[in-house]
């Protein structure tokens, strides 16, 4: 999917950044995440289970290229 955002002469570099940036949210997200499963029960693996359907909203809505038959 990224080759189809960038130029390939940038490439690398939106690779490398998007990686950066990965491995910076994974640290950050950590000790939220293992704090709210301390809490126990049913209601932490709710809200964690919630999380993905949150961020799909939070993605526009993009239609076909081209029209009928792309």
């Not at 950066?20 to 709710?46: I, K, M, N, Q, R």
């Amino acid at each position: 999917m990224l080759p189809d955002l960038v130029d390939h002469r940038h490439l690398g570099l939106f690779t490398g950044a998007l990686s950066s940036l990965s491995g910076l949210a994974v640290l950050a997200a950590g000790a939220p995440v293992g704090a709210l499963l301390d809490l126990g029960g049913p209601l932490p693996w709710l809200l964690l289970g919630a999380l993905p359907l949150l961020a799909l909203g939070a993605v526009p809505a993009t239609g076909p290229k081209g029209g009928a038959g792309g």
